[in-house]
């Protein structure tokens, strides 16, 4: 066990300064940023909708990996699930409130074959009054490129704004 350990100790600081002097850097690639656009995008067109428009979920279940996980950030603690369970929680909400999402700014990161999406967004619902809900906030999604070249999801984690937690700046779109 000591032999294992002392040999993972040496192997980490070989791994680590090895990444200090290579080339490799964060991808600027157009393609790549627009094919994670597109998933980032399809992913708020999959759950928007207006009042008793039913959802796609088979669609919505070609965007994610199948071990996606789904979390919420929220005032009074968090949420996290697999698809499936943002389906069965979220989805008569979804399709009863008329709940629509889309992207105000996407900022992307790619290396190699994963990437990462911080993704503002804004959002609109009917309340059960008939009067008009709406939230903003931030998405952080994770992808992973897959061998025939799709951008599919592995996570999303958000985090809806609050007074005390508003949207930068540079985040809040147009």
Known sequence: MRALA???LLAVPAAASAGHHGESTMSENIEDKAAINA???AVYAVISGPVGQPRDWDAMRALFLPDAKMTALRVDGFWSGSVEDYIERSGP???DRGFTESALVNRIEVYGDIAHAWSSYAG???NEDGSAGSVRGINSFQLMRQDDG???VQ????QAETPGNPLPADMEGK
């Open 93 to 95: 909400f979804l399709i």
């Open 6 to 8: 002392a040999a993972l």
């Open 150 to 152: 799709r951008w599919l």
């Open 155 to 158: 996570s999303i984690y958000w």
């Open 39 to 41: 998933a980032v995008d």
């Open 124 to 126: 609109t619902w009917t």
